[in-house]
């Protein structure tokens, strides 16, 4: 018993680190967006499931180019598009959403459980953890204390599940053809350059313990 004491307290201090670190400020998940989830699901992915939930094994970065919190918070809020977004409202009407979204201070607010899907990434949302992060704007760059949130929140994600790629969300593209890749519309793509290369290589130096796969080479 006295080995094993030390261990204990070191497992209870980490989770009480754990919940004083991440802020739950959860979105709407309704019965609408439950069923828009579904429908995204089975209708973008081919996957015909009952539950939203997701295994994951993908980390990706973002940012939301808003520069305020509550303006991001706010887009990714109500289950359904909101006007301002007809560029992807074609391909579905649930609403953009996030897991974390890290504050400009550096303070990391969870909206979703991180094993229900969110719509953050063409073609990987089926696997994929969001991670939002607000600002990015040449206004609004992400801060030093956003980049420490996002290496302290990957390393948290990498040993609580089997995470296989950490990827910028400008990275996503590179796994057309990938086993992971299920989006069905060769014509649905955005262009991306979030978080940029700089950010990316600052998480991946921190985090090189986790040993997670590189990059597929080239897209499709």
């Not at 030390?6 to 680190?17: E, I, N, Y």
């Not at 040449?138 to 089997?162: F, H």
Request: proline share 5%; charged share 25%; net charge neutral.
């Amino acid at each position: 018993m006295k080995k094993s004491l030390p261990l204990l307290l070191v497992v209870l201090f980490t989770a009480c680190s754990t919940s004083k670190n991440i802020v739950d400020k959860p979105i709407i998940f309704n019965d609408e967006r439950n069923e828009l989830t579904l429908e995204y699901l089975k209708d973008r992915y081919g996957l015909d499931r009952e539950m939203t939930t997701i295994v994951p094994r993908m980390i990706v970065l973002h940012w939301t180019a808003i520069p305020t919190f509550k303006g991001s918070f706010d887009a990714f809020y109500n289950a359904k598009l909101p006007n301002w977004r007809p560029d992807i409202e074609n391909v579905s009407g649930l609403n953009v959403s996030t897991h974390f979204l890290v504050d400009r201070d550096g303070t990391i607010y969870r909206l979703m459980p991180e094993t229900t899907m969110g719509r953050h990434v063409i073609g990987l949302n089926h696997c994929a953890i969001g991670v939002e992060n607000v600002g990015g704007t040449k206004e609004t760059p992400l801060t030093n204390a956003q980049l420490k949130s996002n290496i302290w929140l990957v390393k948290y994600l990498a040993e609580k599940y089997d995470i296989e790629y950490v990827i910028g969300h400008h990275e996503y593209t590179l796994f057309e053809g990938h086993d992971l890749w299920l989006e069905q519309d060769e014509g649905y793509r955005t262009t991306k350059t979030d978080p940029g290369e700089e950010f990316m290589s600052k998480v991946r130096k921190a985090t090189t313990q986790f040993e997670f796969k590189p990059l597929p080479k080239t897209s499709k």
